[in-house]
Structure formats: structure tokens, C-alpha cells
T-cell receptor
């Protein structure tokens, strides 16, 4: 069974540009999470989808970040316009239920120059 | 508010030594889950263990063991007879109803 996949693995963009990250969860997992790890600090929660609905988006840093999960399958996280402080590794995770272990993807390393 | 503290930023040991990674958490909730994840140099996060707040039984899995003590709000992780392949960043995390809080991670280096 395929695990959580993320695309791209790396992205280097200039300040002010737009970037869209994609996450494909494990098939059948209703719960999808986005996290970010900035400059070697802790992994910070961004938001949580249950199917196509946003269950909790309290961790989204500001309105430059937009996450969608159309159809309850894959999810995208768009950053527009990107700022220098957005650089970091963005992880996606999925789980069958809210209290199950979360299976993480390999992450997307975003560098904003 | 929830908080997870991993006081040890970096630990370096020599192969075959035992090492304990500390994790202290804060939450007002009575029902929660605690996790440990491993992030090897390849970057992915690998699930190691999950514990719910009502199960304080310690667990051993091969060279890995976990000590959960609610009285001290700690969930420590011990690697016995460490190996070079254990070198990674280890994260402790607190989950409750979809809300997750990670510690800063402890970088473990095991030297041959």
C-alpha cells in the first residue's frame, strides 16, 4: 500500500512568488493534516481536514496560506505571495481516525529567496 | 494550551551505550495521546509508538522502551545498546481531538 506522498520534494522560489504544495494521503484516510518545521524548530500544526472539511485551521500563520482538499482526496497548500519566513519543511500526514497514529509524508522543503 | 518540552537539543553517544530521551508535556485535558516519531537523515517522519492517557503501562519493543508517568507528565524514550542507525531527530508529540503539539526534537548522534 502506498504511503503519504508529497510533491514537490523541494521548491526554491523568490519572495513574492506563489507556490503550491500537494499531498496525497493514504487511500481511505479521512483525516489529513499539514505541518511545518521552520529552521530546525518544532513541527508546528497548520490545519486538519476531515474529508473535504477544515476541522481546525488555527495553526495557519496568515491569509497568505490557503489549503484545499477538494473531493476529500488529495490536498493542496498554496502560499501566495511567499515571504522569506515561509521557508521550511512542510509535512503532510493522514490517519483513518482522529486518535490514530498519523502517517507522515516525506515533506516538501520550501526555500524562499 | 498544550506544550511539549524536549529539553535535550542534542545528544551524542558511542555505539552500544544506552540513551534516554526526555519528554515532558502540559495539557489540561484528561484524554490525550502521546507519540514518538523518528526523523532519520532521509527526512521522513517514522511513527514509533502511541500511548493514550489512560494507559501508563510501560512498553518495550526490541531495543526501544518507553516510560509514561502521568504524575510527572513525562513520556521518556530509552534506546538500549544504541547503534549508528539510531542517529536521527526524535520528536515527542501530544495529540488530542485532532490538535497536535510537537516538541522541538532531540538530535541523537550515535558514533561508532
Amino acid at each position: 500500500e502506498a504511503g503519504v506522498t508529497q510533491f514537490p520534494s523541494h521548491s526554491v522560489i523568490e519572495k513574492g512568488q506563489t507556490v503550491t504544495l500537494r499531498c496525497d494521503p493514504i487511500s481511505g484516510h479521512d483525516n489529513l493534516y499539514w505541518y511545518r518545521r521552520v529552521m530546525g524548530k518544532e513541527i508546528k500544526f497548520l490545519l486538519h481536514f476531515v474529508k473535504e472539511s477544515k476541522q481546525d485551521e488555527s495553526g495557519m500563520p496568515n491569509n497568505r496560506f490557503l489549503a484545499e482538499r477538494t473531493g476529500g482526496t488529495y490536498s493542496t497548500l498554496k502560499v501566495q505571495p511567499a515571504e522569506l519566513e515561509d521557508s521550511g519543511v512542510y509535512f503532510c500526514a493522514s490517519s483513518p481516525g482522529t486518535h490514530n497514529e498519523q502517517f507522515f509524508g516525506p515533506g516538501t522543503r520550501l526555500t524562499v529567496l | 494550551a498544550q506544550k511539549v518540552t524536549q529539553a535535550q537539543t542534542e545528544i551524542s553517544v558511542v555505539e552500544k551505550e544506552d540513551v534516554t530521551l526526555d519528554c515532558v508535556y502540559e495539557t489540561r485535558d484528561t484524554t490525550y495521546y502521546l507519540f514518538w516519531y523518528k526523523q532519520p537523515p532521509s527526512g521522513e517522519l517514522v511513527f514509533l509508538i502511541r500511548r493514550n492517557s489512560f494507559d501508563e503501562q510501560n512498553e518495550i519493543s526490541g531495543r526501544y522502551s518507553w516510560n509514561f508517568q502521568k504524575s510527572t507528565s513525562s513520556f521518556n524514550f530509552t534506546i538500549t545498546a544504541s547503534q549508528v542507525v539510531d542517529s536521527a531527530v526524535y520528536f515527542c508529540a501530544l495529540f488530542n481531538a485532532g490538535k497536535s503539539t510537537f516538541g522541538d526534537g532531540t538530535t541523537l548522534t550515535v558514533k561508532p
